[in-house]
């Protein structure tokens, strides 16, 4: 049995091992001008983190960014998903998978980049609207760059999970509404919808997670001005390699962020108890 | 539109509305990739349409680069590195996950994928400071190691599917005709496994390139990766050998899903990401 | 070990070992005991069917004795040989799985040949073996074909060469037809039934198929809760159950409580007088009798013990009355209905007759 599980502990043991040593060293001081730490152990990073307005302001406008994201995402995902279980031509299918997948296997720091190009003052939309003769928009280093190319980066993400609960939901269920009387919306508002929340809200989930640690769309595409949480922690380690202030912001941050996890995975437990007969 | 009422159940208007919106976000989808390959061939730094001439000259800038050369170099030896680790303690994690029963599976299998929920930035300043102490000096060991943690949920959880989906009977029946436990794996399991493992190691494969959040901090002056790199010169430069490198990775992920649609078919890869 | 010597037969016996012992087993999974006590054996050639309901502990036999399951007590001999300690492939049994377990990798061919590689039959010898196992169960063109490819009755086949052609000890059969149609099950039954004698494989088939446990095997065990309530050959589990279990199980619909009388059993006011053998099997004065519903005639009021028709069902060939029967209640009656036979009408009166050889006393 043991013999089995060694490797997994061993790397287990790498990754929790730095973060015990990362929670202790938050209790710590840089000692000014150095890279160095030394006690006395105390809880005074703490103490100054909260009262921070700065950090606090970052954290919500973190959280509140990434309810945003998820709520795009889910807008615009909930169509394609439906389509892409319900369509009944296998080659949109295919298209639809190939893109998803392709563009999800490029990459961040590939579609960070071309959402950089995209959006800039030179880029081909700016372009465009001077070529018409309107004044070009300002898409780039402002939240509104971060969040079209967020919303672009996690649709995949959000996408893909969702599909596959709403193609096992039989398609019966829809024609028996229908059947009953029910036009197209009434039977998806009252059958495919309730039956697809477990997997939308595991798929919000997944965008939720994957939006709050965004780190380089905020760095390329905010241009210093969209600050989200990693930014915040990378900032304090590139300008003064405060270590124990940077753990004191990340375990902080990282507490905050499990909040609305848990919240969400909650939901989906309860939910999965709810539909979990129906589902498969 | 004065004739509504008469309007039919399966009407026009609702059958085409999800079609249209699902075109308009693929199109979406698609732009980035689309001109950011446009932009990798063309001449001057502008986006010029329709093109004067294509060039390959921020491919040839790519790749004449020593800085470039030298993470392409790091990034792949530290991707084939971690690819084949992470896969191998996958296999029987995955199998002790899924066949056996024992006190604490659960909480096992919540701390394996625990990882993916952590920021990360947030581990990648707690390596570098676990690095620090611990006095892993080499930035292509510390990007190893932690791309090892980082990645191992992926490898686990696409083996747990494929794993889940495998009769159990069959290694019992190869037992039956006088296989020993490891013959059975052997003979029977492991080769069932291969879209588990063909999918959880492309995961891998392209996360391990791909990682900015962690792998920037855990850097030397030696060593860095791809990303990292790219994220320096993007600061410092302004021209499309980035686009190039795009370009090139968005050629990769190309030939992946290749690889993928022809030994595993996109449905069961899709099954085995959950 | 308190029964030295057993194994060696006694100078000058010239009976062989049996196929199969099983001694005392005992099996228990958290609260629940899957195997309660259970010793059982079966003479070399012949067929064993572990009959009951699903949960019985039918399978969980099955699989102790492949090796799949560690018993907490009993001893499991193979010809003689203890195998209770061996791991599975050391046992020599050879098993079809309920789904069959084919090895959906391997080509018809090569999943027969498994058994031989690991038993390390050379090349040669391993190819006319498998040829001659697909030609037993008519499988020959097939050979290349991979089991996705198969249908239902080609996949149990492929199952039972790649059991059979090991030259097993014991062949081990889980609900081997569960998964296939009506028609095409009763067929294979039979040609199951017919290479096993022609191998002359000893057998231990589970099944929750009363039917087919009738056409297959020499002893039926019927199981219930982890225990074995009967076991007889077929025939006789049929026409003589044991207990209300297996009569229930059996299919027999009428199951009745009376006294004992002598030789007779009171039935309300009536009197049923048993042959020879169905006398007082239980200490006290209680008998239950069942009774098959084909057993009982129908004929006029004064004939028989005075009824009336509560409710006739058309069943095709035959037709079932439900007859209350004055001061007994509802008895099930079946009748074989002849071209121009005439249903007799609900309320009509009959007399019911019943035939006392074929009226079993059970045990509770």
Redesign the interface.
């Known amino acids: 049995m043991l013999w089995l599980l060694w490797p997994v502990l061993l790397v287990l043991a790498v990754f929790f091992a730095a973060f015990g040593y990362f929670v202790a060293d938050s209790f710590l001081h840089q000692i000014p001008g150095t890279a160095m730490m030394a006690g006395p152990v105390s809880l005074e990073n703490y103490r100054t983190i909260l009262g921070s307005v700065l950090v606090q302001r970052i954290f919500v406008g973190t959280l509140w960014i990434s309810c945003k994201i998820t709520l795009a995402a889910t807008l615009l995902g909930y169509p394609l998903a439906y389509l892409l279980a319900r369509t009944a031509s296998a080659r949109v299918r295919q298209a639809i998978l190939f893109l998803l997948v392709v563009t999800f296997l490029s990459g961040g720091i590939t579609r960070a980049y071309a959402w950089m190009i995209l959006l800039g003052n030179n880029g081909p939309i700016n372009r465009s609207l001077r070529d018409f003769g309107y004044p070009p928009l300002a898409l780039l280093n402002n939240e509104t760059g971060v969040l079209i190319s967020l919303v672009h980066f996690v649709i995949p993400f959000f996408v893909l999970t969702l599909f596959g609960t709403i193609k096992n939901i039989p398609m019966a269920l829809e024609e028996a509404a229908r059947n009953l009387g029910g036009r197209r919306w009434r039977a998806f508002t009252s059958v495919t919808l309730p039956l697809s929340l477990p997997g939308l809200v595991s798929a919000m989930l997944l965008t939720f997670t994957v939006t709050v640690s965004s780190f380089l769309f905020p760095l390329l595409l905010g241009g210093g001005r969209v600050q989200m949480a990693a930014n915040l922690i990378y900032d304090k380690m590139e300008n003064s390699f405060d270590m124990p202030v940077a753990a004191t912001i990340s375990i902080l941050f990282l507490l905050v962020s499990l909040v609305p996890l848990s919240a969400f995975s909650l939901l989906r437990m309860g939910l999965g108890r709810r539909f979990g007969g129906t589902r498969r | 539109m004065n004739s509504r009422r008469g309007r039919p ?3 026009r208007p ?2 085409l509305a ?2 249209a ?2 075109a308009i ?2 199109a ?6 689309v ?2 390959v446009y ?1 990798a061939f063309s001449p001057s730094g ?2 010029v ?1 329709p093109p004067k001439a294509l060039t390959l000259h921020w491919f040839v800038n790519f790749f004449a680069s020593g800085r470039f050369r030298g993470a392409l170099i790091n990034s792949l030896l530290i991707a084939a590195l971690v690819t084949p680790a992470s896969l ?3 296999v ?2 995955a ?2 996950l899924v066949r ?1 029963d ?1 006190a604490g599976r659960g909480a ?1 299998n919540a ?2 994928l625990s ?9 990648g ?6 690095f ?2 611990t006095g892993v000096t080499s930035g292509f060991w510390r990007i190893a ?1 932690a791309m ?2 980082f990645t ?1 949920p992926f490898a ?1 959880r696409a083996l747990v599917a494929t794993l889940h989906g495998l ?1 159990g ?2 290694e ?9 436990p490891w ?1 059975a794996f052997l ?2 399991t492991l ?2 496994l291969y879209p588990g493992l063909l999918a959880g190691g ?1 995961f891998v494969f ?1 996360e391990a ?2 990682n ?2 962690i792998a ?2 855990l850097t030397d002056l030696r060593t860095t990766t ?2 990292v790199e ?2 320096g010169y ?1 600061r410092d430069f302004d021209d499309p050998t ?2 190039a ?2 370009t090139i ?2 050629a ?3 030939i ?2 290749f690889i ?1 649609q022809r030994f595993v078919g ?1 449905d069961r ?3 085995l ?2 | 070990m308190g029964y030295v010597g057993r194994d060696d037969a006694p100078a000058g016996s010239t009976r062989p070992a049996p196929a199969l012992e099983l001694e005392g087993l005992e099996k228990q999974f958290g609260t629940m005991r899957a195997i309660d006590g259970v010793s059982l054996s079966i003479p070399p050639s012949s067929i064993l069917a572990l009959l009951g309901p699903s949960g019985c502990g039918k399978t969980t036999i099955l699989r102790s004795i492949a090796g799949f399951v560690e018993l907490d007590k009993g001893t499991i001999k193979l010809g003689g040989r203890d195998v209770t300690k061996l791991a599975p492939e050391q046992r020599g049994t050879a098993m079809v799985f309920q789904n069959y377990a084919l090895f959906p990798h391997m080509t018809v061919a090569d999943n027969v040949a498994f058994g031989l590689k690991m038993r390390r039959i050379g090349r040669a010898e391993r190819a006319r073996r498998v040829a001659d196992a697909l030609a037993l169960v008519q499988l020959g063109p097939l050979a290349g074909r991979y089991p996705g490819e198969l249908s239902g009755g080609q996949q149990q086949r492929t199952a039972l060469a790649r059991a059979v052609v090991t030259q097993p000890d014991l062949l081990l059969l889980d609900e081997p037809f569960g998964a296939l149609d009506q028609n095409l099950r009763e067929a294979l039954q039979i040609e199951l039934r017919k290479l096993q004698q022609r191998l002359g494989l000893a057998t231990v088939i589970v099944t929750h198929d009363q039917q087919e446990a009738m056409i297959l095997a020499d002893q039926v065990a019927v199981m219930r809760a982890g225990t074995v309530e009967q076991l007889a050959p077929p025939a006789v589990v049929y026409d003589r159950p044991a207990t209300r279990f297996v009569a229930r199980f059996m299919g027999i619909d009428n199951i009745l409580d009376g006294e004992l009388d002598g030789d007779a059993v009171r039935l309300g006011p009536y009197r049923l007088s048993m042959p020879p053998g169905q006398r007082g099997v239980r200490g006290d004065r209680k008998a239950t009798i069942a009774v098959r519903a084909e057993a009982i005639g129908l004929a006029d009021p004064a004939d028989g013990w005075p009824g009336q028709i509560a409710y006739a069902t058309n069943l095709g060939g035959r037709v079932l009355y439900e007859v209350a029967v004055e001061g007994l209640g509802t008895l099930k009656v079946d009748v074989p209905r002849a071209p121009g036979y005439a249903r007799r009408a609900v309320g009509e009166a009959v007399g019911v007759r019943l035939d006392h050889q074929s009226c079993t006393l059970l045990r509770d």
């Not at chain 2, 979406?28 to 990739?33: D, E, N």
């Not at chain 2, 019992?172 to 020993?180: H, I, P, T, V, Y």
């Open positions: 159940v399966n009407s609702y059958a999800v079609p919106m699902a976000i693929s979406f989808l698609a732009l980035p990739v001109v950011i932009y502008l986006m349409f191998g303690i996958a029987p994690t199998i002790a056996r024992f096992l701390l394996i990882p993916l929920i952590i920021p990360g930035v947030v581990s300043v707690a390596f570098l400071n676990f620090t102490w190691i090892m943690c191992l686990v009769d009977a069959l019992e029946a190869g037992r039956n005709l006088g296989a020993r013959q003979a029977i080769p069932q492309i392209v390139i791909d900015f959040s920037v901090f791809l990303p790219a994220y993007i980035i686009a490198l795009a990775l968005i990769q992920s190309l992946l899903v993928l996109m890869f899709l099954d990401r959950r």
